[in-house]
């Protein structure tokens, strides 16, 4: 799914999140800097978080179901 691999961070690839009136800066310096970015999504007051992916148009994630599965035993 758009919003697992949004939220799939490891040494390489990182979530960041940024005032939507600065998000042109934020692109642009990384564009300037030759790092791979895209923008996925935005913050919203409704409880979800919002994805913007390539295989939907929109995906919708509730806070409460990412809170959990990031407090989960990994099993390991």
């Not at 990384?30 to 935005?42: E, P, R, W």
């Given at each position: 799914?758009d919003?697992?691999?949004?939220?799939?961070?490891?040494p390489?690839?990182?979530?960041?999140?940024?005032?939507?009136?600065?998000g042109?800066?934020?692109?642009?310096?990384?564009?300037a800097?030759?790092?791979a970015?895209a923008?996925?999504?935005?913050v919203?007051?409704?409880?979800?978080?919002e994805?913007?992916?390539?295989?939907?148009?929109r995906?919708?994630?509730?806070?409460?179901?990412?809170?959990?599965?990031?407090?989960?035993?990994?099993?390991?």
């Amino acid at each position: 799914c758009d919003a697992c691999r949004a939220c799939a961070e490891d040494p390489h690839r990182y979530l960041l999140e940024a005032d939507p009136a600065h998000g042109g800066a934020v692109e642009r310096t990384l564009s300037a800097a030759g790092v791979a970015h895209a923008s996925i999504g935005h913050v919203t007051d409704g409880g979800h978080l919002e994805v913007v992916g390539a295989r939907t148009a929109r995906e919708a994630v509730a806070i409460a179901d990412l809170q959990a599965a990031w407090n989960a035993p990994t099993g390991g």
